[in-house]
């Protein structure tokens, strides 16, 4: 069965350290590849996707992330992090050959000042 | 554009109360879906819309639920007879004209957090 998983459900770091945050895959061919990020009381917004090509691409508010298809995953990275970056980060699947999609649990990002 | 737009924003009723949740698409965006988010289950998808037909109702969780698309920009979530297990957020979200949802660019609302006493 396709699944995302999201090994960390909290991680703190402080202000202006890198952060790198975890995500996993099981699905037999290369998917579409997601992450959203969530503020309390807000809905999704997307942050960067993959869906072919470089495997590190570039996002929005500084984040990027690496599809390492020998390790099923698809790594959020920023080199340093802000105070307004805490918020809930989910990575998403959408698998191709089933025309399903999947979000992962999710991991609550607080940020030390 | 205003993004996708939801209402109410927060919905308290009682149980066995119908409840209707509504939601406005991005204008040109074909592709609709209707997610619930709790903190023991995460974000589940109910059901995706695309070109207003319902294409993929199998998170629906039972017959309480229905969703309609009557139009390319409303759509409704309803839940009757509504129980406290039903509370909940629940998202819509517009997606970028693919047919494939696989591959769907979504863009949510901000959500309706409803309570069910």
């Known amino acids: 069965a396709q699944s995302v998983t999201q090994p960390d459900i909290h991680i703190t770091v402080s202000e202006g350290a890198s952060l790198e945050l975890r995500c996993n895959y099981s699905y037999g061919a290369t998917p579409y590849l997601f992450w959203y990020v969530q503020s309390p009381g807000q809905g999704l917004q997307l942050l960067l996707k993959y869906f072919s090509g470089d495997t590190l691409v570039q996002g929005i508010k500084g984040f990027e992330a690496e599809f390492k298809r020998s390790q099923s995953s698809f790594n959020l990275r920023k080199p340093s992090v802000h105070w307004s970056d805490a918020a809930e980060y989910f990575c998403a699947v959408g698998a191709r050959n089933f025309n399903k999609f999947y979000f992962g649990s999710g991991t609550k990002l607080n940020v030390k000042p | 554009d205003a993004g996708v737009i939801q209402s109410p924003r927060h919905e308290v009723t009682e149980m066995g109360q119908e409840v209707t949740l509504r939601c406005k698409p991005i204008s040109g965006h074909n592709s609709l879906f209707w997610y619930r988010q709790t903190m023991m289950r995460g974000l589940e998808l109910l059901i995706y819309f695309n070109n207003n037909v319902p294409i993929d109702d199998s998170g629906m969780p039972e017959d309480r639920f229905s969703a309609k698309m009557p139009n390319a920009s409303f759509s409704t979530l309803k839940i009757q007879p509504s129980e406290p297990r039903d509370s909940a957020v629940y998202f819509c979200?517009?997606?970028?004209?693919?047919?494939?949802?696989?591959?769907?660019?979504?863009?949510f609302g901000a959500g309706t957090r409803l309570s069910v006493l």
């Open positions: 979200a517009s997606g970028t004209d693919e047919l494939l949802l696989a591959k769907n660019i979504q863009y």
